[in-house]
């Protein structure tokens, strides 16, 4: 046969070419689309925020954390290794270490202060996520999570220093005491946190923490409507702020 | 090098081998009748999908990859389809809202075709009207 | 040339049987992991890396001592290397192949690593990583081949093969750099918040690669007919002396910085390992056996007398290993998350199936050296007859 090994690589080659012509030329020429939008009742805010007045927080109260973990289908694993959290209390000695001293009343410095994610303007956990899974939103200054695209390598929990992070070390649906049908669980091998309730501000609704406080002790808002309350408090008292030197500009603001 | 004898059969049986997907099937199974008399569907007045049937048929896990990029990373939560009508976007709450039968519907489906969508480890599936 | 590895003695045979039967149980281990999630193994809440996370990290320092032999052979023609780059380069090619398993058996989703290619990241010094990791296994596996497959022939290697040989060299920094990079630049740790990170990774990788490559040889020497050099093995003996004291000496530095500034926040990780904190020392005494590991090799290794004496030399070699496997291994990625961020102290032990699949990584990455090591003696064994 008078057929070279060159050439049968030149025809397979111009034929795998010409194979992709089409798909190519479908994905140029692909019409109009439909749209997405942004839902039209949702709550607009171009940076969210949260104040906590910590001395109205009920000794032993977790009507914020049940609601949010109940909306949220956070599982119970029921074992502090396994242990999935999106909004918890810490004592203020550990929430603020470096702040108490010897002289501190004992109840202050075991006073239960509420912990969450800070929904930082400047996020370390963001730089440090190989696949974007977590991500800032431009709009409203959210830290995101998206579990679709979670590997699951905890780098971002490595870099939160507020220890605001949960992995999924097992398969959580077992551990979910009721499901709330109207929110996804997640899956195991992903990394979850709280994510300011962005589906209920879809809805134009306050956070399921926010909301059920029955002491209003948390204050939700938008930081650069100069009108809202939270911005307002935030000029009228000082607060405190987990670990500001760190420079991750930290969206919680505390009033002790 | 070139042996008659051995190639010809040689690429006759790897022929074989190769299609035997397509052609093992044929005529044994036909595919599953996908029911769509759920009771949420027979309370719409008008009976339609989120886009016609054969839109569906062949793109419905694109357009979830959309909503999905949609939902999550640009915050927006509503789609509008060909006509202009709005849906919101949700496996869980429109899709099978209407198609409350997943074992019928989609499972069947996917079963059939051999293909094993991992979206149900996450979003679940609604307890109400399931047939 | 692969058919070389095809062909050996009973102890050959004997020791790759031994391999795949580990390799084998860290496989049905890592099946049961994939089931029932990471949880199976000793990683908590507070402590997200551990064992996984702490072997990738010290291998990624093996795998870059191959410059140790590379850069005085070809920048400055050190005659006595040149029998035995391949080695390093091979060496690097299994630690490298081992990092890489050991992250994707880390991760909660593996089907999905391919996510950190269809986005890439370049905020994500894991998106470096693995750039540089890959490159660098790709780098050695074209140059030890090529160079072997040449030397077979008794032919020069291809020109290509110099500049990619000069690229190896930065290539090698920058992996380690890079892993360091990993943990220096977390703003929440205080335990990995320090410009040493970096040196501090490549004095104890230059310690630990050498001192590995040390046994190997010796190995090597006892098991076939390859002989490294009295020559080369000496010139590999003071490279871990040198690096040996640059690692001590960088500890001792974070040890000056963090005790005599007395900030609390960065003394308490040191207090964790050596003394011990608030009635937790799971990892005191490991710390001070690497310690003791330490001291003995270096007086083992600065008097000549005992480094040229090949017994002493390879206890010597051994302890650097063993040292340096716990303070990298074991020491610096636990601590890190001791305490928490919200100062809890939650401590680690590794579970049955975490050291099995551990084990089974491991044994694939001996499997590979033996496999390429048995290539590369047969090669030279023979054009030396």
Not at chain 1, 65 to 84: L, Q, S, T, Y
Not at chain 2, 31 to 44: F, N, S
Not at chain 3, 102 to 115: E, H, K, S, T
Request: charged share 20%; proline share 6%; net charge positive.
């Amino acid at each position: 046969m008078n057929f070279s090994r060159r050439v049968l690589l030149k025809i397979a080659g111009i034929t795998l070419i010409g194979a992709g012509v089409r798909p190519a030329l479908e994905a140029l020429g692909a019409g109009e689309s439909p749209k997405t939008l942004a839902s039209p009742n949702r709550l607009a805010g171009k940076r969210w925020a949260m104040a906590i007045h910590t001395q109205k927080c009920p000794a032993g109260c977790r009507e914020c954390i049940d609601a949010c973990h109940r909306e949220h289908n956070v599982p119970d694993f029921g074992n502090p290794k396994d242990e999935v959290k999106w909004i918890w209390n810490e004592p203020f000695k550990d929430v603020f270490p470096g702040q108490e001293h010897r002289y501190i009343d004992e109840r202050l410095k075991e006073k239960p202060v509420l912990v969450l994610c800070n929904h930082c303007d400047n996020p370390p956990c963001v730089r440090v996520c190989p696949t974007q899974a977590t991500f800032k939103r431009q709009e409203d200054g959210i830290v995101m999570m998206d579990y679709h695209r979670c590997i699951g390598c905890r780098f971002c929990i490595a870099g939160c220093p507020y220890g605001a992070r949960s992995m999924n070390f097992r398969d959580p649906r077992p551990f979910i005491k009721k499901i709330n049908f109207q929110f996804p669980t997640r899956t195991k091998g992903v990394v979850e946190k709280c994510n300011f309730c962005e589906e209920r501000l879809a809805r134009g609704l306050m956070p399921a923490c926010v909301e059920a406080c029955k002491e209003k002790a948390l204050v939700f808002g938008d930081l650069e409507n100069p009108a809202s309350d939270i911005r307002k408090l935030l000029q009228a008292q000082l607060t405190l702020r987990r670990r500001p030197e760190l420079g991750t500009k930290p969206q919680v603001y505390y009033i002790i | 090098m070139f042996d008659p004898g051995k190639v010809l059969p040689g690429l006759v049986i790897f022929l074989i081998l190769l299609t035997f997907p397509f052609w093992y099937g044929k005529g044994r199974t036909a595919p599953p009748a996908l029911p769509v008399d759920t009771p949420e569907i027979q309370k719409l007045s008008v009976k339609k999908c989120i886009e016609p049937t054969p839109f569906m048929k062949a793109s419905h896990m694109e357009l979830l990859n959309k909503w999905r990029d949609a939902v999550v990373r640009d915050g927006n939560h509503l789609y509008a389809n060909h006509e202009g009508k709005k849906f919101s976007m949700s496996l869980s709450q429109t899709c099978l809202g209407c198609h409350s039968n997943k074992e019928k519907f989609c499972d069947a489906c996917h079963n059939y075709s051999g293909v094993k969508p991992n979206c149900w480890s996450c979003h679940v599936v609604p307890q109400e009207g399931r047939t | 040339m692969l058919e070389k590895a095809l062909i050996g003695d009973r102890k050959y045979w004997t020791w790759v049987g031994f391999l795949i039967l580990l390799i084998g149980m860290g496989g049905f281990y890592y099946l049961r992991q994939l089931d029932y999630g990471l949880g199976i193994t000793g990683m908590s809440r507070n402590v997200s890396w551990a064992l996984y996370i702490a072997q990738f990290t010290f291998l990624v320092g093996v795998a870059a001592s191959a410059v140790m032999l590379v850069l005085p052979y070809y920048l400055h023609n050190y005659k006595a290397f040149g029998k035995i780059t391949i080695l390093g380069e091979f060496l690097a090619v299994a630690s490298v192949f081992m990092c890489v398993t050991f992250i994707i058996v880390d991760l909660g989703q593996p089907a999905r690593a391919f996510n950190m290619i269809l986005y890439p990241s370049p905020s994500s010094i894991l998106f470096w990583d693995m750039i540089v990791l890959s490159g660098y296994l790709l780098l050695n596996v074209a140059i030890g081949w090529t160079v072997l497959a040449s030397e077979k022939k008794s032919i020069p290697p291809p020109k290509w093969v110099k500049p990619l040989i000069y690229l190896s060299i930065p290539w090698a920094i920058s992996i380690h750099t890079v892993t360091a990079f990993i943990y220096a630049g977390l703003p929440g740790r205080s335990f990995w918040l320090t410009a040493v990170m970096a040196p501090r990774f490549l004095g104890s990788a230059f310690a630990s690669g050498p001192a590995l490559l040390i046994l190997l040889c010796f190995i090597l020497r006892k098991f076939t007919r390859f002989d490294a050099g009295k020559e080369a093995i000496q010139a590999l003996a003071k490279i871990v002396t040198y690096a040996l004291i640059a690692s001590i000496f960088f500890v001792l530095m974070e040890i000056f910085t963090v005790f005599y500034s007395q900030v609390p926040e960065h003394m308490q990780h040191f207090q964790y390992l050596f003394v011990g904190l608030h009635g937790h020392y799971a990892l005191v005494p490991w710390m001070w056996a690497a310690v003791i590991l330490a001291a003995i090799a270096l007086m083992l290794l600065i008097n000549p007398r005992t480094r040229q004496n090949e017994v002493l030399l390879a206890v010597a070699c051994a302890a650097v290993f063993a040292s340096l496997w716990i303070e990298k291994g074991l020491g610096l990625v636990v601590t890190g998350f001791i305490p928490s961020p919200l100062e809890k102290i939650t401590e680690y032990y590794p579970t049955g199936p975490e050291v099995a699949i551990t084990v089974g990584v491991w044994a694939l990455g001996l499997l590979i050296l033996t496999v390429l090591y048995k290539i590369a003696i047969e090669v030279k064994v023979e054009i030396e007859e």
